[in-house]
T-cell receptor, first 114, second 119 residues
Framework: DVKVTQSSRYLVKRTGEKVFLECVQD?????MFWYRQDPGLGLRLIYF???????EKGDIPEGYSVSREKKERFSLILESASTNQTSMYLC?????????????FGPGTRLTVT | AQKITQTQPGMFVQEKEAVTLDCTYD???????LFWYKQPSSGEMIFLIY??????QNATEGRYSLNFQKARKSANLVISASQLGDSAMYFC????????????????FGQGTILTVHP
């Protein structure tokens, strides 16, 4: 059974804290993605990675950074959390090539920044 | 410009009836793929169905079918014989092939439609 796991389902942090969200996949996928989901806005891509140590900005990278030191693990970092980063964060993975390859999603992390 | 548009924030349907969720897209690529995902209240994203731009037949997966109208750039999801368990958020998404004909797998999502199935 394919699996994408995320380190926390719920997280509460204070403004200014450094926040790490971890994602691990066991499918040997090359691609990994971080999205945030907000009501009325759907899922928006923050960053993605197509190989170890490779990263590309998505549509809303400001205030975030990522790290991919191992193929199975993709971390999202909020350097200094702000209240407007309160959101649901979803990690996904997929094979590198192919239009039809679906993305597999983790269960999500609901982050609240107070 | 919005690449994927879902104009129905919420839809209601009676159990056992069919329902259509709308999705329009915008791309200049000739090669692209369209996806529908379901997100129940628990939060996980579940892949439902895929349609390729060159597929001549509309995709079907059990009770799900995709009404693909290429000229209109629409990819509506049809759920037949609705069940209470179909109550969820539904997202339409698109993957475009880049100029080199390959894709890093990026998906662009619509805003989502909340479907409520009444008994």
């Amino acid at each position: 059974d394919v699996k994408v796991t995320q380190s926390s389902r719920y997280l509460v942090k204070r403004t200014g804290e450094k926040v790490f969200l971890e994602c691990v996949q066991d499918m040997d996928h090359e691609n990994m993605f971080w999205y945030r989901q907000d009501p009325g806005l759907g899922l928006r891509l923050i960053y993605f990675s197509y190989d170890v140590k490779m990263k590309e900005k998505g549509d809303i990278p400001e205030g975030y950074s990522v790290s991919r030191e191992k193929k199975e693990r993709f971390s999202l970092i909020l350097e200094s959390a702000s209240t407007n980063q309160t959101s649901m964060y979803l990690c996904a993975s997929s094979l590198l090539q192919g239009l039809a390859n679906e993305q597999y999603f983790g269960p999500g992390t609901r982050l609240t920044v107070t | 410009a919005q690449k994927i548009t879902q104009t129905q924030p919420g839809m209601f349907v009676q159990e056992k009836e069919a329902v259509t969720l709308d999705c329009t897209y915008d791309t200049s690529d000739q090669s692209y793929g369209l996806f529908w995902y379901k997100q129940p209240s628990s939060g996980e994203m579940i892949f439902l169905i895929y349609q390729g731009s060159y597929d001549e037949q509309n995709a079907t997966e059990g009770r799900y079918s995709l009404n693909f109208q290429k000229a209109r750039k629409s990819a509506n999801l049809v759920i037949s014989a609705s069940q209470l368990g179909d109550s969820a958020m539904y997202f339409c998404a698109m993957r475009e092939a880049n100029a080199g004909g390959t894709s890093y797998g990026k998906l662009t999502f619509g805003q989502g439609t909340i479907l409520t199935v009444h008994p």
